[in-house]
C-alpha cells in the first residue's frame, strides 16, 4: 500500500533501508534536521549537514523511486549553547530555498530548559519570517508532559499558523492537549519507547483520524523504518477499512505536507 | 469496530507476556544485592495508578502522568542530555 513516511534520519540508515521502504510502497518521505548521536563540534558540522539533507540524500532516495524532502534547524540537544545555535541558525537562509527544503523543524525542547526555550522562541521567528510550516520534537519520556505544555504556551505567545503547525511525538498523555489546541499531531512507532503500533491505534481510536499522522523516525537507534507500515497491518487486523488506513498513512500527512511550497508528490 | 473479545483475541497472550515481564523485573529488583532507585518507587507508583486511574483519565495516561515530571517552570540548565524513564522528584541518587 502507498505511504508517506514523514519523520525518518536517512542519513542514518542503509541503502538497504531504502530498498526496503520502497518496496513496501513508501513514495515520499521527510528528514529532520536532528542529534547526530553526538554534539558536533563546530557550526560547519551543520553546513556539511545541511548538503546531506538537500543535496546526497535526496539524490540516494531518489535511486529507490522515493521523493526526499527536509527540515532544518539546530535541533533541541545542541541548542542549550545560545551563542553556538544562533551561529547554526545562520545558516539556515542559505539552505531554505533549496527545492527539497520544506520548512523550521525538528525545533522544540529536551531537558526543558531556559535556553532551550529561547532558541526554540527564535526558530518560530525563522518560520514566521520565511513563511514556512514548523515541525516540533516533543522531549523524552518523563519530560514530554511538561515539554509539551512550555511548547504550546510558546506557540501562543508567537501567534503561529496552528494548521501549519505539526507537534511530533504525542503519547496518550499529550495527544489530547495537542490535538484540542487546534495543531496537528504526530506519533512515533519505536520498539522500546514512544507508541508501539498497538498504542498508536488505540490513541487514533480514541482522539480520531483528523490532523494526525504517525511515523518510523528511524535513526541511530533502536527503530524499525517499516513502523509505519506495519502498523497499517495491524490497524486491518483491528478492522479498520482500507480507506481509514489510506487517510492516516498517505491522504493526511500528504495534506499537511502540501502547505509547504517546495512539497509535491 | 471489533469487540471486546476480539481484542482479547488479538491482544491477550502479548499482554500476559508483558505482564510476567513486568513481575519478573520486579522479582529481579528483590533478588539483587544493593539499593533501587528513584525509579523503583516510580514504577511502583505506576502499576497502582494503571489500577486506579484518577476520574477522566485512562489508565495509559495515568501511568504517563505517574511517571512526568509536573513542574511548570524551564529549569535553569540540561544537567544531561537523556531522559530516565521517570521524573526524579526531590533530585534522590
Known amino acids: 500500500m502507498k505511504y508517506i513516511e514523514p519523520h525518518a534520519h536517512m542519513v542514518s540508515?542503509?541503502?538497504?533501508?531504502?530498498?526496503?521502504?520502497?518496496?513496501?510502497?513508501?513514495?515520499?518521505?521527510?528528514?529532520?534536521?536532528?542529534?547526530?548521536?553526538?554534539?558536533?563540534?563546530?557550526?560547519?558540522?551543520?553546513?556539511?549537514?545541511?548538503r546531506q539533507l538537500t543535496e546526497y540524500e535526496p539524490a540516494r532516495a531518489a535511486k529507490f523511486g522515493i521523493k526526499h524532502f527536509c527540515w532544518l534547524c539546530i535541533n533541541p540537544k545542541e541548542a542549550e549553547d545560545p551563542v553556538f545555535a544562533r551561529e547554526v541558525m545562520s545558516l539556515i537562509p542559505d539552505f531554505i530555498d533549496r527545492p527539497n527544503v520544506l520548512g523550521i523543524g525538528e525545533i522544540g525542547l529536551n531537558k526543558n530548559t531556559k535556553n532551550e526555550l529561547i532558541i526554540f522562541e527564535e526558530h518560530l521567528e525563522i518560520a514566521k519570517k520565511f513563511d514556512r510550516p514548523i515541525l516540533i520534537h516533543t522531549p523524552h519520556l518523563e519530560d514530554k508532559l511538561k515539554g509539551t505544555r512550555l511548547i504550546l504556551d510558546a506557540l501562543k505567545n508567537a501567534n503561529v499558523d496552528r494548521d501549519r503547525v505539526i507537534i511530533d511525538h504525542v503519547e496518550e498523555h499529550t495527544a489530547p492537549l495537542?490535538?484540542?489546541?487546534?495543531?496537528?499531531?504526530?506519533?512515533?512507532?519505536?520498539?522500546?519507547?514512544?507508541?508501539s503500533p498497538a498504542r498508536a491505534i488505540d490513541i487514533l481510536e480514541t482522539f480520531g483520524m483528523e490532523r494526525i499522522w504517525m511515523n518510523s523516525s528511524c535513526d541511530w537507534g533502536i527503530s524499525d523504518p517499516l513502523a509505519v507500515i506495519k502498523c497499517a497491518l495491524e490497524m486491518k487486523t483491528r478492522q479498520h477499512s482500507a480507506e481509514i488506513i489510506e487517510k492516516v498513512i498517505y491522504d493526511n500527512p500528504k495534506a499537511f505536507l502540501s502547505q509547504c511550497p517546495n512539497f509535491s508528490l | 469496530m471489533?469487540?471486546?473479545?476480539?481484542?482479547?483475541?488479538?491482544?491477550?497472550?502479548?499482554?500476559?507476556?508483558?505482564?510476567?515481564?513486568?513481575?519478573?523485573?520486579?522479582?529481579?529488583?528483590?533478588?539483587?544485592?544493593?539499593?533501587?532507585?528513584?525509579?523503583?518507587?516510580?514504577?511502583?507508583?505506576a502499576l497502582k495508578a494503571m489500577q486506579n486511574p484518577p476520574e477522566g483519565t485512562t489508565r495509559a495516561q495515568a501511568v504517563h502522568l505517574a511517571l512526568s515530571d509536573h513542574s511548570?517552570?524551564?529549569?535553569?540548565?540540561a544537567t544531561i542530555q537523556f531522559a530516565l524513564g521517570a521524573h526524579n522528584e526531590g533530585g534522590q541518587p
Open chain 1, 13 to 50: 540508515r542503509t541503502t538497504a533501508d531504502y530498498q526496503a521502504i520502497a518496496q513496501v510502497g513508501c513514495e515520499a518521505l521527510c528528514e529532520p534536521a536532528f542529534w547526530a548521536g553526538f554534539d558536533r563540534a563546530s557550526a560547519q558540522g551543520f553546513y556539511d549537514y545541511y
Open chain 1, 178 to 195: 495537542v490535538l484540542n489546541e487546534g495543531y496537528w499531531a504526530g506519533m512515533t512507532l519505536y520498539p522500546e519507547s514512544k507508541c
Open chain 2, 2 to 45: 471489533p469487540t471486546k473479545k476480539d481484542i482479547q483475541d488479538l491482544y491477550f497472550m502479548d499482554s500476559r507476556f508483558k505482564l510476567l515481564e513486568i513481575a519478573s523485573f520486579l522479582d529481579r529488583i528483590d533478588r539483587h544485592d544493593g539499593q533501587a532507585d528513584f525509579r523503583h518507587p516510580a514504577f511502583m507508583k
Open chain 2, 72 to 77: 511548570t517552570e524551564p529549569a535553569e540548565a
